[in-house]
T-cell receptor
Framework: AQTVTQSQPEMSVQEAETVTLSCTYD???????LFWYKQPPSRQMILVIR??????QNATENRFSVNFQKAAKSFSLKISDSQLGDTAMYFC?????????????FGAGTILRVKS | NAGVTQTPKFQVLKTGQSMTLQCAQD?????MSWYRQDPGMGLRLIHY???????DQGEVPNGYNVSRSTTEDFPLRLLSAAPSQTSVYFC???????????????FGAGSRLTVL
């Protein structure tokens, strides 16, 4: 099966604090990419960060970083120094194996609210 | 550089009506796709295309038709709208197929469709 599970439907964090969003996935592929997308109230889907599975070093993009645990099939997103503009729905996703179609498999999403 | 352009942004239909969601990209991308977003379900692939004249079904294709006569355009047709098709629709494109994960999807701004 090709599935993505985001177990936190909603989370909130105070401005300037750190928050971690969880994601687990299931794939039989040995090499693959993992993605986090952000969807603010504008509805636009924005790529936040990407991780290639064979790279042991966790990806980082400014205040966003991941904790990638390949054996556990876990791919969490850490947001440091949270800002009001980080308020959004966050989706974890990965490309399906070719036999499952040429698509991204998305989790159900986590709504993050940053409070002032 | 407009990226991926979707029209209309909002539409209300009555059950049984037909309509077409337009999608155009100006990046010469080979791969184009349509997803629908429903609460608690993330994004699910409806149809995709790997080049002009080539289309294939995703995981939720029933009730939708697509065609790809040019590289730039990938319209999504609802032949007889049903309330179950009330959703937010996203068009997305990539330079090539996304199974490897090396290519990143660029999303349009989304179209909210309500079927009464």
């Amino acid at each position: 099966a090709q599935t993505v599970t985001q177990s936190q439907p909603e989370m909130s964090v105070q401005e300037a604090e750190t928050v971690t969003l969880s994601c687990t996935y299931d794939t039989s592929e040995s090499n693959y990419y993992l993605f986090w997308y952000k969807q603010p109230p504008s509805r636009q889907m924005i790529l936040v960060i990407r991780q290639e599975a064979y790279k042991q070093q966790n990806a980082t993009e400014n205040r966003f970083s991941v904790n990638f645990q390949k054996a556990a099939k876990s791919f969490s997103l850490k947001i440091s120094d949270s800002q009001l503009g980080d308020t959004a729905m966050y989706f974890c996703a990965f490309p399906s194996a070719p036999e499952y179609g040429n698509k991204l498999v998305f989790g159900a999403g986590t709504i993050l609210r940053v409070k002032s | 550089n407009a990226g991926v352009t979707q029209t209309p942004k909002f539409q209300v239909l009555k059950t049984g009506q037909s309509m077409t969601l337009q999608c155009a990209q100006d990046m010469n991308h080979e791969y184009m796709s349509w997803y629908r977003q429903d609460p608690g379900m993330g994004l699910r692939l409806i149809h995709y295309s790997v080049g002009a004249g080539i289309t294939d079904q995703g995981e939720v294709p029933n009730g939708y038709n697509v065609s790809r006569s040019t590289t730039e355009d990938f319209p999504l047709r609802l032949l007889s709208a049903a309330p179950s098709q009330t959703s937010v629709y996203f068009c997305a494109s990539s330079p090539r197929g996304i199974s490897s994960g090396a290519n990143v999807l660029t999303f349009g701004a989304g179209s909210r469709l309500t079927v009464l």
